[in-house]
């Protein structure tokens, strides 16, 4: 089945604590993207991947890290969270550039 | 100026009704066109494509107007199920409007 698998689901951690969010695509997508989703505010992208090696910022960059060395996974991470990255967190992959973009599940990130 | 803006709503309507919305792009350029279903926070399902002549899919209609860089949605005989926030998206980086809530009342 084509799906984009993000982990873990729902995540509480402490300020300062580094943590890294999983991604994982099976279909072979060039194309791979981080966005967070606050409430009144939609969903804002965060990095974003072209192919493997080319990663580009978004429009919230800021306190987030993303890699991308093979094609398939594109983990986010953050090296030192902070409250205010509290959020809802949604990984993305496409194929060809009009085609839709396919979601995973999502990851709830709570950082007290 | 954010790249895709969406009038927020909330668009409350009865069940039956015609409600229509729009979403702006700056970015000219722009190719790809899209609108998005959000429910509750779960993570967003594509509703349909944008194409430059319009198209409509059931109920639905999106409409592409490239002089006044919009996209507009229309949902006709609207039902419960019609309930959510409908996201759109522009461009090559796939810039997220920040949604349209519709509540469909019986």
């Known amino acids: 089945e084509a799906q984009v698998t993000q982990n873990p689901r729902y995540l509480i951690t402490v300020t300062g604590k580094k943590l890294t969010v999983t991604c994982s695509q099976n279909?072979?997508?060039?194309?791979m993207s981080w966005y967070r989703q606050d409430p009144g505010l939609g969903l804002r992208q965060i990095y974003y991947s072209m192919n493997v090696e080319v990663t580009d910022k978004g429009d919230v960059p800021e306190g987030y890290k993303v890699s991308r060395k093979e094609k398939r996974n594109f983990p986010l991470i953050l090296e030192s969270p902070s409250p205010n990255q509290t959020s809802l967190y949604f990984c993305?992959?496409?194929?060809?550039?009009?085609?839709?973009?396919?979601f995973g599940s999502g990851t709830q990130l709570s950082v007290l | 100026r954010k790249e895709v803006e969406q009038d927020p709503g909330p668009f409350n309507v009865p069940e039956g009704a015609t409600v229509a919305f729009n979403c702006t792009y700056s970015?000219?350029?722009?190719?790809?066109f899209f609108w998005y279903r959000q429910d509750c926070r779960k993570e967003p399902k594509l509703l349909m494509s944008v194409y430059s002549s319009g198209n409509e899919d059931g109920r639905f209609t999106a409409q592409l107007n490239r002089a006044s860089q919009y996209i507009s949605l229309l949902i006709r005989d609207s039902k419960l199920s019609d309930s959510a926030t409908y996201l759109c998206v522009a461009g090559y980086k796939l810039s997220f409007g920040a949604g349209t809530t519709v509540t469909v009342r019986a």
């Open positions: 970015n000219s350029a722009s190719q790809s």
């Open positions: 279909m072979n997508h060039e194309y």
């Open positions: 993305a992959s496409r194929g060809r550039m009009n085609e839709k973009l396919f």
